[in-house]
């Protein structure tokens, strides 16, 4: 074959010479000008030089445009890697690695073994609050400064945490990482006074606070809540309003509570347990029970001025609560991943044992293919959930993806609830197997906002 003659038309003969016209014919002339006597009289030597220098780069550049080159003519050309091909990279770093495989112990351990009793309950045991400390969320989200050791904000590895909790069960996670939500917009808006108020408690030991934004109400916007605020004669601000579906909000020591200023938006109060005109009931729901969610009624509720996060001028200049519902949809997606690869951890060994005409229900095709649909959605779930996280832990505007994100993980998180109740049969209805208690949780994905924040 190397004794076949190259043709006019031959493409590798037609790159060759367009690789020595480019390149190597200049490089001889500048050579040959470079070395001659009359460069030297003329004093053009270091100009010759440093033309010389700048053809060899594009003549590096140009090969590796057109691929390395072969060894020899029968050897094949390949290209080489992009320079950046390695930064598109999900694997977690040893840091987030270890938060997630914590968490994932945590939520093994403690949170299944009770989540059956506190959805049966509607409420949260505390001794699953109290044990929660044991992780030190706060004190991971925590300054130095106020007692904790955080040093940099990553929205990436808080998904990474919550969705391993939220495999445990979504209710008692949403108990459990409701407090960080109100620690989270403190370290990242509160003032000095506010940050020395609240976080050091924190460090010490489980405070329960919450975010409330949630309103019962059709095409609720949570940047437009019908929960107000008005300056107050005396000084401070008067509330007005309600809230629903809030976590653990009967044990909170603190609400953070968001409500509009007429003429500047939404912004979030720090609301105290015992405030006067604040009453709150239970209000258990088909899902996430476990969190024991409440209704929050603020008839007239006098807070000081210290009680707007970020104070006053912050607050009504810097402040951009949209940030706040964004980091709250990504929370919320990562909680349906969560609790999406819980079911399909428990459907797959259901359906390799569970026989039916001699042989395991997997091995047929309406099985298996409905097991391999639920794998490519979660997977597709988890993808954008950490495309969203990654984006916002660069500072991107990411409103137009945590809204896909949130329909997407919301869509198919149902389905994949739904999905794992039907390969169940009959078992998938009773409460013996805890798939049932799953698709109902996942179905608060498209109905719960804030409350979270990662």
Same mark, same amino acid.
């Given at each position: 074959?190397?004794?076949?003659?190259?043709?006019?038309?031959?493409?590798?003969?037609?790159?060759?010479?367009?690789?020595?016209?480019?390149?190597?014919?200049?490089?001889?002339?500048?050579?040959?000008?470079?070395?001659?006597?009359?460069?030297?009289?003329?004093?053009?030597?270091?100009?010759?030089?440093?033309?010389?220098?700048?053809?060899?780069?594009?003549?590096?550049?140009?090969?590796?445009?057109?691929?390395?080159?072969?060894?020899?003519?029968?050897?094949?050309?390949?290209?080489?890697?992009?320079?950046?091909?390695?930064?598109?990279?999900?694997?977690?770093?040893?840091?987030?690695?270890?938060?997630?495989?914590?968490?994932?112990?945590?939520?093994?351990?403690?949170?299944?073994?009770?989540?059956?009793?506190?959805?049966?309950?509607?409420?949260?045991?505390?001794?699953?609050?109290?044990?929660?400390?044991?992780?030190?969320?706060?004190?991971?989200?925590?300054?130095?400064?106020?007692?904790?050791?955080?040093?940099?904000?990553?929205?990436?590895?808080?998904?990474?945490?919550?969705?391993?909790?939220?495999?445990?069960?979504?209710?008692?996670?949403?108990?459990?990482?409701?407090?960080?939500?109100?620690?989270?917009?403190?370290?990242?808006?509160?003032?000095?006074?506010?940050?020395?108020?609240?976080?050091?408690?924190?460090?010490?030991?489980?405070?329960?606070?919450?975010?409330?934004?949630?309103?019962?109400?059709?095409?609720?916007?949570?940047?437009?809540?019908?929960?107000?605020?008005?300056?107050?004669?005396?000084?401070?601000?008067?509330?007005?309003?309600?809230?629903?579906?809030?976590?653990?909000?009967?044990?909170?020591?603190?609400?953070?509570?968001?409500?509009?200023?007429?003429?500047?938006?939404?912004?979030?109060?720090?609301?105290?347990?015992?405030?006067?005109?604040?009453?709150?009931? #239970?209000?258990? +729901?088909? /899902?996430?029970?476990?969190? *024991?969610? !409440?209704?929050?009624? %603020? =008839?007239? $509720?006098?807070?000081?001025?210290?009680?707007?996060?970020?104070?006053?001028?912050?607050?009504?200049?810097?402040?951009?609560?949209?940030?706040?519902?964004?980091? #709250?949809?990504? +929370?919320? /997606?990562?909680?349906?991943? *969560?609790? !999406?690869?819980?079911? %399909? =951890?428990? $459907?797959?060994?259901?359906?390799?044992?569970?026989?039916?005409?001699?042989?395991?229900?997997?091995?047929?095709?309406?099985?298996?293919?409905?097991?391999?649909?639920?794998?490519?959605?979660?997977?597709?779930?988890?993808?954008?959930?950490?495309?969203?996280?990654?984006?916002?832990?660069?500072?991107?505007?990411?409103?137009?993806?945590?809204?896909?994100?949130?329909?997407?993980?919301?869509?198919?998180?149902?389905?994949?609830?739904?999905?794992?109740?039907?390969?169940?049969?009959?078992?998938?209805?009773?409460?013996?197997?805890?798939?049932?208690?799953?698709?109902?949780?996942?179905?608060?994905?498209?109905?719960?906002?804030?409350?979270?924040?990662?």
């Amino acid at each position: 074959m190397s004794n076949v003659a190259r043709t006019p038309n031959d493409p590798t003969r037609q790159k060759t010479s367009t690789f020595e016209r480019v390149t190597k014919q200049p490089l001889r002339m500048l050579t040959k000008f470079g070395g001659s006597e009359l460069t030297e009289k003329l004093g053009l030597r270091k100009p010759a030089e440093r033309a010389l220098h700048t053809v060899a780069k594009t003549a590096a550049q140009a090969m590796t445009a057109m691929g390395s080159k072969p060894k020899s003519k029968e050897d094949p050309a390949r290209l080489k890697r992009a320079p950046d091909a390695s930064r598109f990279d999900l694997r977690p770093t040893e840091d987030q690695e270890m938060f997630r495989k914590t968490a994932r112990r945590f939520a093994e351990d403690i949170l299944r073994p009770a989540a059956h009793a506190a959805d049966a309950a509607a409420k949260t045991p505390l001794e699953i609050l109290e044990r929660s400390q044991e992780l030190a969320l706060a004190g991971l989200a925590i300054p130095e400064a106020f007692g904790g050791v955080a040093e940099t904000s990553s929205i990436v590895t808080s998904t990474l945490v919550i969705e391993e909790l939220a495999r445990g069960d979504m209710g008692l996670a949403l108990a459990v990482l409701a407090p960080l939500g109100v620690v989270n917009a403190l370290v990242d808006w509160g003032t000095r006074d506010q940050q020395q108020r609240w976080l050091p408690t924190f460090t010490e030991r489980f405070v329960p606070a919450a975010l409330a934004v949630l309103e019962s109400r059709p095409l609720f916007d949570p940047t437009k809540p019908r929960t107000g605020a008005v300056r107050a004669k005396g000084g401070g601000w008067t509330l007005h309003g309600e809230k629903s579906l809030v976590p653990i909000a009967s044990l909170a020591e603190v609400l953070l509570v968001a409500a509009e200023i007429r003429g500047v938006g939404a912004r979030l109060f720090l609301v105290e347990k015992g405030t006067p005109g604040l009453t709150i009931e #239970a209000e258990p +729901a088909m /899902g996430i029970r476990g969190a *024991g969610l !409440s209704r929050v009624r %603020l =008839d007239g $509720v006098h807070v000081g001025e210290g009680a707007l996060l970020g104070g006053e001028e912050g607050a009504l200049r810097d402040f951009d609560f949209a940030t706040v519902v964004n980091r #709250a949809r990504i +929370a919320w /997606g990562a909680m349906a991943v *969560g609790t !999406s690869q819980a079911v %399909l =951890d428990h $459907v797959i060994p259901y359906c390799n044992e569970r026989k039916a005409f001699g042989e395991p229900i997997s091995n047929r095709q309406s099985v298996a293919f409905l097991l391999a649909d639920m794998a490519i959605e979660l997977e597709g779930m988890r993808l954008v959930l950490q495309r969203a996280a990654a984006l916002a832990d660069r500072g991107d505007e990411v409103t137009r993806y945590t809204s896909m994100m949130r329909g997407h993980c919301a869509t198919k998180g149902m389905k994949i609830g739904s999905d794992g109740v039907q390969l169940l049969g009959g078992h998938g209805f009773v409460k013996d197997h805890p798939v049932e208690r799953w698709y109902r949780d996942l179905r608060a994905i498209a109905v719960m906002e804030g409350a979270l924040l990662a």
